[in-house]
């Protein structure tokens, strides 16, 4: 089944544990992503991936890092959590830039940092 | 900052109406245009995409895109229950990044 897995589905951490949110899709799409989505706010776009060694920042990148080492992979990095980044995570991939390329999404990772 | 802005609803409709939700962006340079459903604690999924002027039909939704009005709308026939849900206007602006709107909420009485 093509799909985007992201593990996990439920995460709670303390202030400055550094984290890691996996993804990885089998779909063999060049584009990768990252959005968080917070009540009011919706869906801002933290980093995005056009292919392999290539990233880079989306709208809320402070906090956050990631890689992109392998196609199928692209992980969430948090060094040094922080409350305000307490969210609903979604992971989403896209074939290209085509322009009727839309993203498929994974089913989300809530965080909680306390 | 580019935006994306959506009314936030709720917009209710009886089961069998058309139900019309609105989009608009501010970025002029933007390419494609796409619709996403997202139900109470799921993950976005696409609906529609758009990059032409005019109207894009699928099965009981149709996609509307106005570029020299920075609007973007989407059209459901026949609205079931089952329609109800949050949906999600993206805009890709310049580059690869995309945009979200906030969702405007859908309840379809039955």
């Known amino acids: 089944e093509a799909q985007v897995t992201q593990n996990p589905r439920y995460l709670i951490t303390v202030t400055g544990k550094k984290l890691t949110v996996t993804c990885s899709q089998n779909m063999n799409h060049e584009y990768m992503s990252w959005y968080r989505q917070d009540p009011g706010l919706g869906l801002r776009q933290i980093y995005y991936s056009m292919n392999v060694e290539v990233t880079d920042k989306g709208d809320v990148p402070e906090g956050y890092k990631v890689s992109r080492k392998e196609k199928r992979n692209f992980p969430l990095i948090l060094e040094s959590p922080s409350p305000n980044q307490t969210s609903l995570y979604f992971c989403?991939?896209?074939?290209?830039?085509?322009?009727?390329?839309?993203?498929?999404f994974g089913s989300g990772t809530r965080l909680t940092v306390v | 900052q580019k935006e994306v802005e959506q009314n936030s609803g709720p917009l209710s409709v009886p089961e069998g109406a058309i139900a019309s939700l609105n989009c608009t962006y501010s970025?002029?340079?933007?390419?494609?245009f796409f619709w996403y459903r997202q139900y109470s604690g799921k993950s976005p999924e696409l609906i529609m995409s758009?990059?032409?002027?005019g109207d894009k039909e699928d099965g009981r939704f149709t996609a509307q895109l106005n570029k020299a009005s920075q609007y973007v709308s989407l059209l459901i026939r026949d609205s079931q229950p089952s329609d109800s849900a949050t949906y999600l206007c993206a805009v890709r602006a310049g580059g690869f990044k995309t945009i979200f709107g906030a969702g405007t909420r859908l309840f379809v009485k039955a």
């Open positions: 970025d002029r340079g933007s390419q494609s």
């Open positions: 758009i990059y032409s002027n």
């Open positions: 989403a991939s896209s074939p290209g830039g085509g322009l009727n390329y839309g993203y498929t």
